[in-house]
Each structure stands twice: as C-alpha cells, then as structure tokens.
C-alpha cells in the first residue's frame, strides 16, 4: 500500500537540540497525526492536527497542518533522552484508514 | 482514556500451529478494530479492519483464510494465524478507534511472534 515519505529517516542528536521533521504526500490528507514508538512497543499518538494551516503543540512538541494539505511537520524543542524512538506521521482521508510514513528514528548521542 | 490491550505480548510455536492474538479496548467501545504486521526497521502495515459483527476487510495480498479475524464484541478482536510457518514471525499490533474520534488510532503494545 502507499507509504508517506518521511525525512530524515534517521538522526543522531545531542541532548538538549531541537528536532524537526517531516512527511510529505502526493495526496491530500483530511487530518494527520504524529506517533511515536519504543522498541517493542506499539505506537503512541502525540498529536492530531484536523485544519491545514493547523499549529498544535503538546508540551515540548509542536506539529503543523501544511497549507496544501499534503505535508506536515514535526518540531521536538530541547530534547531529553526518552525521546529516543521513531516518529511516524500518518495521514487520514475519507474512508477509516490511516497511511503511515516511513518513520524517523531518532537516536541521542551521549 | 483510549486503552487498548493486546495478548500475549509474545508467543513462540512450532511450525505448522495456529496462535490466536486478542486485541481488548479497555476504557472504550470500538466497532472498529485494525490489524498491523510490522517487520524490523519498517513501517506498519495494515492487514485488515476488523468490524464488529461483520466480515473483516483485508487489504491486497493478504489471505483471509491464513489470517482470520473475529470481532465478537464492541471490545474485543481476535487475529488468529492458522498453520504459521517461520516467514509469518513478525511483530503484530492491534489497534482501536473510539466512535467519538474519525481518524485516532490507539494502539496495543503488540504481540512478537516468533515460529520456529
């Protein structure tokens, strides 16, 4: 099936950096929604954006709706070591399924 | 709130056994239940909606007579694996859309299947 395009896919970071990242779609997206996953856990819902344009933050994150309704963005300020994990974006519009990116794995360097 | 439950979190069987998967809303009902399979470093893959008190849909390339699903309640969804062969280990998570949310998915912990 069709997978969203998420960049970076991988970053490798120091603590206490800002963190950005996105996913990009040929198609557009009523709502989108960031998750993140642990290792060998199932994935968290962080955020749930329902309006382009739309800016929402939940703590230290913060995500946006793009305009063209074919993107959005994830921003993580002043990162902490429990971030680790891997971020997935997934898009929904119409009928009950989500489509999910790619993932961005996000690693700490000590 | 949005709980959802999934056991066991992991199971090892011989080949050519069938292993059931239970998927429960704890706080929640759901007509609406999905079925993933995630392989190492990928992304989910649906393989199914699980719709309580009908047939399941399965998405393309995926058997419904290997994978079979029953959504007997507004709370739980099984996934069974029938006759799992070693290219069927994988990690596989449920997930569950209260009715008052259009798109959310809240996710269980997943099941580690590993078929030797």
């Known amino acids: 099936g069709q997978q969203l395009n998420q960049s970076p896919q991988s970053m490798f970071i120091q603590e206490g950096e800002d963190v950005s990242m996105n996913c990009t779609s040929s198609?557009?997206?009523?709502?989108w929604l960031w998750y993140k996953q642990d290792p060998g856990e199932g994935p968290v819902l962080l955020i749930a954006l329902y309006k382009a344009g739309e800016l929402t933050s939940n703590g230290r994150l913060t995500a946006q709706f793009g305009i063209t309704r074919k993107d959005s963005f994830l921003n993580i300020s002043a990162s902490i070591p429990s971030d680790v994990g891997i971020y997935f974006c997934?898009?929904?519009?119409?009928?009950?399924?989500?489509?999910f990116g790619t993932g961005t794995r996000l690693t700490i360097i000590p | 709130g949005a709980v959802v439950s999934q056991h066991p979190s992991w199971v090892i069987c011989k080949s050519g056994t069938s292993v059931k998967i239970e998927c429960r809303s704890l706080?929640?009902?759901?007509?609406?239940m999905f079925w993933y399979r995630q392989f190492p470093k990928q992304s989910l893959m649906l393989m199914a909606t699980?719709?309580?008190?009908?047939?399941?849909?399965?998405e393309q390339g995926v058997e419904k007579d290997k994978f079979l699903i029953n959504h007997a309640s507004l709370t739980l969804s099984t996934l069974t694996v029938t006759s799992a062969h070693p290219e069927d280990s994988s990690f596989y998570i449920c997930?569950?859309?209260?009715?008052?949310?259009?798109?959310?998915?809240?996710f269980g912990p997943g099941t580690r299947l590993t078929v030797l």
């Open positions: 198609s557009i997206f009523n709502t």
């Open positions: 997934a898009g929904h519009f119409g009928n009950e399924k989500l489509t």
């Open positions: 699980s719709n309580e008190g009908s047939k399941a849909t399965y």
């Open positions: 997930s569950a859309r209260p009715p008052s949310m259009v798109a959310e998915q809240f």
């Open positions: 706080d929640f009902q759901a007509t609406t």
